[in-house]
């Protein structure tokens, strides 16, 4: 049969027992922020085991899309190594939810191998739980299994758990024999090929409280899981699930492109790679259609590790370009039928793929030679072991996963210092938080605090009001500043991107400036930068006042609250309105909003068009001008707030009851920043800036509001003293006569350069002693006074063309800065292997420089005008060197 075949046959038998089909759920899990990725086929129906949802039908078949590579369950390491293992798979399942139990579950999954199927009875072993004498019963008198073949084991094998605490139950493993002769009973649950589990049947009926007692559910569950790819290997007779049709058109894709063919050896490394890369293509493939986007953290790490890891291998094959993006249609083309987002997210999908693939195939090579370097200092040393150090040096510089850098040095015979490596890695996270904690102190060296309350949670009051009456229940001093925490203050402190607020705390002596509000836990901490004496009627130093306990005053500026809202609702429009021009794979991964601008980083696999960027500005502008959208705001449950259908994202931190802020008819998001009432109130929005952050990441800048406006005339005003300059009509384009104005000067300079280098080609032929003739090859090495760069570099090329076997470099200075220019003609790099890039390399060492370029031509610069005769000295020797030799 082929494998779509044994997939609606599943599907189809289970229809045959009163079940309702249901649709995979995206790999992705929107809902269940502890998984990574959905990692088994139970995953959507947790919350029915947990008691707290339903569903409309009682039993349930599908095939679910799974990735399993981080965490508890990651086969990441195994994968290629064997016959069985992936980081993507399909798990075929068939459910009830308090509808039938053990009696159905295992008499229809052996009318479903043994007689739709056809399996072999005698090949087929039942595990059970030590004590589940049910099950063992079940399997006894109402299968055909051989008694003999029913086995018992313990917690570790046959006892299932959703976690620590929770639903769980004992589970009946359906086994399958695949050693030669049959003797595989001892195999079974030891891990080994030749004894694989096909089919795990779960009987969910405890929950684990916290004392580790079981407590009998309200209603039993039944949850099974077999592996699609492995039965689609045993029911065409493959000892490896690569063997079956599954893998085959991705093998005969990596073939053509890499003109390597799939040999199924188990240790042949070209064969390893094949799988590898197939497996991982997959992985990516259903990943992305499903939203996800390579990133530097959570998921989007774990797919980037993937993507590296494939391309790594992809070496093994001879292949250095980038090759996962070529198999993005293959994933789609045979599996599109059952998973049809994989057709409809096909290109954009292998758009993010190839643009990871060519940031880090940028870094790769030096990477790998940096790591060669190493190896051979560990071998120098007598070691077989690579630094932590060195590691995390590879992993922060280059981008190599932890795990790919391992995977190397097992290559080379050596193994990797993890615990260094990890030591490093929380030295790093330890810095990043001093830094922030630093940040939250207002940069300020931090004094003792003085706490007038047990209390320290401040009450924020700002959404409803720029002003507030409240006590100080904190203060501490230092070099610079005063830092007060309020017991309730209109302040926002910092947060979500968005800057804090800045304003004035009045005491009954003092007027305080407040420059900036952070986050200390839940303490808003304000910091004061300058103090007024109301008594004096004088500024006073803000570390040396006498501010304690007491009532305060505190206002907001409201002129820069308002600006920063306009900043902050516009990013919301501008998030949707990407997500609706780019596609539903953008995602926010970062903002800044202050008074002044916004900033807003977001998933993209490519730089943004100038067409793209006009239909982005154009589309939030359209939202401005219609001024319909009222916002909305409300603190509801977070379960509510995603049924609702608010945008949160996977590494988000989120509280049970969630601030959702709603744009209606544009935008749902959890947000707990302050805005606008209506979006006609931001005015104007302005596009100044996209760019690139870091690979798939992209940023825009804008100005919203009176700063977009003063933009705008600002740039009228330049562009009309640009017409007046030109005496150009107003309806003329001033950009068609100012790039002619500097063609011509491109022109003149061109000419003025070649005349320059002339007047300098003249002088070195008027001088005897500048070309030297060593075995028929012309050699010059000259300070040449008065030339700048660009005519060095067009006597250097002159100087090339006029003689057929030459080598030459050309030095000067100017207000302390050197230029070098050398070359070798065609024969001298050819014949003789002279290598100009090279050369100057070692003579820009003598002027305190550096450089580079090709065989044919380089440059280089540096800041030691005496060293100038060196480097002609160290260039002659070395070119005379490489001509005698």
Same mark, same amino acid.
């Given at each position: 049969?082929?494998?779509?075949?044994?997939?609606?046959?599943?599907?189809?038998?289970?229809?045959?027992?009163?079940?309702?089909?249901?649709?995979?759920?995206?790999?992705?899990?929107?809902?269940?922020?502890?998984?990574?990725?959905?990692?088994?086929?139970?995953?959507?129906?947790?919350?029915?085991?947990?008691?707290?949802?339903?569903? !409309?039908?009682?039993?349930?078949?599908?095939?679910?899309?799974?990735?399993?590579?981080?965490?508890?369950?990651?086969?990441?390491?195994?994968?290629?190594?064997?016959?069985?293992?992936?980081?993507?798979?399909?798990?075929?399942?068939?459910?009830?939810?308090?509808?039938?139990?053990?009696?159905?579950?295992?008499?229809?999954?052996?009318?479903?191998?043994?007689?739709?199927?056809?399996?072999?009875?005698?090949?087929?072993?039942?595990?059970?739980?030590?004590?589940?004498?049910?099950?063992?019963?079940?399997?006894?008198?109402?299968?055909? &299994?051989?008694?003999? +073949?029913?086995?018992?084991?313990?917690? *570790?094998?046959?006892?299932?758990?959703?976690?620590?605490?929770?639903?769980?139950?004992?589970?009946?493993?359906?086994?399958?024999?695949?050693?030669?002769?049959?003797?595989?009973?001892?195999?079974?649950?030891?891990?080994?090929?030749?004894?694989?589990?096909?089919?795990?049947?779960?009987?969910?009926?405890?929950?684990?409280?916290?004392?580790?007692?079981?407590? !009998?559910?309200?209603?039993?569950?039944?949850?099974?899981?077999?592996?699609?790819?492995?039965?689609?290997?045993?029911?065409?007779?493959?000892?490896?699930?690569?063997?079956?049709?599954?893998?085959?058109?991705?093998?005969?894709?990596?073939?053509?492109?890499?003109?390597? #063919?799939?040999?199924?050896?188990?240790?042949?490394?070209?064969?390893?790679?094949?799988?590898?890369? %197939?497996? +991982?293509?997959?992985?990516?493939?259903?990943?992305?259609?499903?939203?996800?986007?390579?990133? @530097?953290?959570?998921?989007?790490?774990?797919?980037?590790?993937?993507?590296?890891?494939?391309?790594?291998?992809?070496?093994?094959?001879?292949?250095?370009?980038?090759?996962?993006?070529?198999?993005?249609?293959?994933?789609?083309?045979?599996?599109?039928?059952?998973?049809?987002?994989?057709?409809?997210?096909?290109?954009?999908?292998?758009?993010?793929?190839? =643009?990871?693939?060519?940031?880090?195939?940028?870094?790769?090579?030096?990477?790998?030679?940096?790591?060669?370097?190493?190896?051979?200092?560990?071998?120098?040393?007598?070691?077989?072991?690579?630094?932590?150090?060195?590691?995390?040096?590879?992993?922060?510089?280059?981008?190599?996963?932890?795990?790919?850098?391992?995977?190397?040095?097992?290559?080379?015979?050596?193994?990797?210092?993890?615990?260094?490596?990890?030591?490093?890695?929380?030295?790093?996270?330890?810095?990043?938080?001093?830094?922030?904690?630093?940040?939250?102190?207002?940069?300020?060296?931090?004094?003792?605090?003085?706490?007038?309350?047990?209390?320290?949670?401040?009450?924020?009051?700002?959404?409803?009001?720029? #002003? =507030?009456?409240?006590?100080? $229940?904190?203060?501490?001093?230092?070099?610079?500043?005063?830092?007060?925490?309020?017991?309730?203050?209109?302040?926002?402190?910092?947060?979500?991107?968005?800057?804090?607020?800045?304003?004035? &705390?009045?005491?009954?002596?003092?007027?305080?400036?407040?420059?900036?509000?952070?986050?200390?836990?839940?303490?808003?901490?304000?910091?004061?930068?300058?103090?007024?004496?109301?008594?004096?009627?004088?500024?006073?130093?803000?570390?040396?006042?006498?501010?304690?306990?007491?009532?305060?005053?505190?206002?907001?500026?409201?002129?820069?609250?308002?600006?920063?809202?306009?900043?902050?609702?516009?990013?919301?429009?501008?998030?949707?309105?990407?997500? +609706?021009?780019?596609?539903? /794979?953008?995602?926010?991964?970062?903002?800044?909003?202050?008074?002044?601008?916004?900033?807003?980083?977001?998933? /993209?696999?490519?730089?943004?068009?100038?067409?793209?960027?006009?239909?982005?500005?154009?589309?939030?502008?359209?939202?401005?001008?219609?001024?319909? =959208?009222?916002?909305?705001?409300?603190?509801?449950?977070?379960?509510?707030? $995603?049924?609702?259908?608010?945008?949160?994202?996977?590494?988000?931190?989120?509280?049970?009851?969630?601030?959702?802020?709603?744009?209606?008819?544009?935008?749902?998001?959890?947000?707990?920043?302050?805005?606008?009432?209506?979006?006609?109130?931001?005015?104007?929005?302005? $596009?100044?800036?996209?760019?690139?952050?870091?690979?798939?990441?992209?940023? $825009?800048?804008?100005?919203?509001?009176?700063?977009?406006?003063?933009?705008?005339? @600002?740039?009228?005003?330049?562009? /009309?003293?640009?017409?007046?300059?030109?005496?150009?009509?107003?309806?003329?384009?001033?950009?068609?006569?100012?790039?002619?104005?500097?063609?011509?000067?491109?022109?003149?300079? *061109?000419?003025?350069?070649?005349?320059?280098?002339?007047?300098?080609?003249?002088?070195?032929?008027?001088?005897?002693?500048?070309?030297?003739?060593?075995?028929?090859?012309?050699?010059?090495?000259?300070?040449?006074?008065?030339?700048?760069?660009?005519?060095?570099?067009?006597?250097?090329?002159?100087?090339?063309?006029?003689?057929?076997?030459?080598?030459?470099?050309?030095?000067?200075?100017?207000?302390?800065?050197?230029?070098?220019? %050398?070359?070798?003609?065609?024969?001298?790099?050819?014949?003789?292997?002279?290598?100009?890039?090279?050369?100057?390399?070692?003579?820009?060492?003598?002027?305190?420089?550096?450089?580079?370029?090709?065989?044919?031509?380089?440059?280089?610069?540096?800041? @030691?005008?005496?060293?100038?005769?060196?480097?002609?000295?160290?260039?002659?020797?070395?070119?005379?060197?490489?001509?005698?030799?």
């Amino acid at each position: 049969m082929k494998s779509s075949d044994i997939r609606q046959s599943f599907l189809d038998f289970f229809v045959g027992k009163s079940h309702t089909i249901v649709r995979s759920a995206p790999v992705i899990p929107a809902d269940d922020p502890t998984l990574l990725f959905t990692n088994a086929g139970m995953n959507q129906f947790k919350d029915v085991f947990l008691a707290k949802g339903t569903r !409309p039908y009682s039993r349930a078949a599908d095939t679910q899309k799974c990735i399993r590579a981080s965490g508890k369950h990651n086969d990441l390491e195994d994968v290629g190594r064997d016959t069985y293992h992936h980081t993507f798979f399909e798990m075929l399942g068939n459910w009830s939810f308090g509808d039938y139990y053990k009696e159905e579950a295992i008499t229809w999954a052996w009318e479903l191998l043994t007689v739709v199927w056809k399996l072999p009875e005698e090949r087929l072993y039942a595990t059970v739980y030590h004590d589940d004498d049910e099950s063992f019963r079940i399997w006894e008198e109402k299968t055909s &299994i051989r008694p003999d +073949h029913i086995l018992r084991f313990g917690d *570790k094998d046959n006892f299932w758990e959703m976690g620590e605490t929770g639903p769980c139950g004992p589970c009946s493993e359906i086994h399958i024999d695949l050693t030669p002769d049959g003797s595989g009973r001892a195999l079974v649950n030891a891990d080994d090929p030749q004894a694989i589990e096909l089919w795990n049947l779960v009987f969910i009926q405890y929950d684990r409280q916290v004392d580790g007692r079981l407590e !009998p559910l309200p209603q039993r569950h039944v949850d099974t899981g077999m592996g699609f790819e492995r039965v689609c290997a045993v029911m065409q007779g493959k000892s490896s699930n690569y063997d079956t049709d599954v893998f085959r058109p991705l093998f005969d894709t990596i073939t053509e492109l890499t003109g390597v #063919e799939y040999g199924a050896s188990m240790h042949d490394p070209q064969d390893i790679a094949m799988r590898v890369i %197939a497996d +991982h293509a997959r992985t990516l493939s259903f990943a992305l259609s499903d939203g996800a986007m390579p990133s @530097n953290e959570g998921r989007g790490y774990v797919l980037r590790r993937i993507l590296r890891r494939a391309l790594r291998y992809a070496k093994d094959l001879g292949y250095n370009k980038p090759i996962l993006h070529r198999l993005v249609a293959t994933v789609a083309d045979s599996m599109g039928d059952v998973f049809p987002e994989l057709r409809d997210r096909q290109d954009a999908v292998a758009r993010i793929v190839k =643009a990871e693939e060519e940031s880090f195939l940028v870094t790769l090579d030096r990477g790998i030679e940096i790591f060669n370097g190493l190896v051979g200092k560990v071998r120098g040393e007598g070691s077989s072991t690579l630094e932590g150090e060195d590691a995390f040096k590879l992993y922060d510089t280059y981008g190599f996963p932890f795990d790919l850098t391992r995977l190397m040095a097992s290559s080379a015979g050596l193994q990797v210092d993890g615990e260094g490596f990890e030591r490093c890695m929380q030295e790093q996270k330890t810095r990043a938080r001093q830094d922030r904690r630093e940040k939250q102190r207002g940069g300020a060296e931090e004094g003792s605090w003085e706490w007038f309350s047990d209390l320290h949670a401040t009450e924020f009051t700002g959404y409803d009001g720029l #002003e =507030a009456d409240a006590s100080i $229940i904190g203060i501490s001093r230092s070099k610079k500043n005063l830092l007060l925490v309020l017991d309730r203050t209109p302040f926002y402190a910092e947060s979500g991107g968005q800057t804090g607020d800045r304003g004035w &705390i009045e005491t009954g002596e003092y007027r305080l400036e407040v420059t900036d509000t952070q986050k200390d836990g839940d303490s808003f901490v304000h910091v004061v930068t300058r103090a007024f004496d109301n008594v004096r009627d004088s500024e006073a130093d803000p570390a040396d006042i006498a501010v304690g306990p007491g009532r305060v005053h505190a206002s907001v500026d409201r002129k820069l609250r308002q600006a920063t809202e306009r900043n902050h609702t516009a990013t919301h429009l501008l998030h949707a309105v990407l997500r +609706h021009t780019l596609g539903a /794979h953008v995602q926010q991964k970062g903002s800044l909003v202050n008074p002044e601008r916004l900033r807003f980083d977001f998933s /993209h696999f490519s730089k943004l068009t100038p067409e793209e960027i006009d239909a982005v500005e154009s589309a939030v502008n359209d939202c401005i001008r219609q001024a319909e =959208a009222t916002l909305k705001h409300a603190d509801v449950p977070y379960d509510d707030a $995603i049924t609702k259908g608010a945008l949160a994202f996977f590494g988000d931190k989120y509280a049970d009851l969630v601030r959702v802020v709603e744009i209606p008819g544009i935008s749902v998001e959890l947000c707990g920043g302050t805005h606008v009432d209506n979006v006609g109130q931001i005015g104007l929005f302005k $596009i100044v800036g996209e760019s690139s952050v870091a690979a798939g990441v992209r940023r $825009i800048e804008a100005l919203t509001g009176r700063a977009a406006e003063e933009l705008m005339w @600002n740039e009228y005003r330049e562009l /009309h003293d640009v017409r007046q300059l030109l005496k150009m009509k107003a309806e003329e384009p001033p950009a068609e006569k100012v790039a002619a104005i500097l063609e011509e000067r491109r022109a003149l300079e *061109k000419q003025l350069a070649e005349l320059k280098a002339e007047v300098l080609l003249a002088k070195l032929q008027g001088d005897a002693s500048a070309l030297e003739d060593v075995c028929g090859c012309r050699i010059v090495a000259r300070v040449v006074d008065g030339a700048d760069a660009e005519g060095l570099r067009y006597a250097a090329q002159m100087l090339r063309q006029q003689f057929p076997l030459s080598a030459g470099l050309l030095c000067s200075s100017a207000e302390g800065k050197v230029s070098l220019a %050398a070359f070798a003609s065609d024969r001298a790099v050819k014949e003789l292997g002279i290598d100009a890039g090279k050369l100057i390399r070692q003579a820009a060492a003598a002027v305190k420089g550096g450089g580079g370029g090709k065989a044919e031509f380089a440059t280089a610069g540096g800041k @030691n005008p005496e060293g100038m005769e060196d480097a002609c000295r160290v260039f002659r020797e070395a070119v005379r060197c490489i001509v005698k030799a």
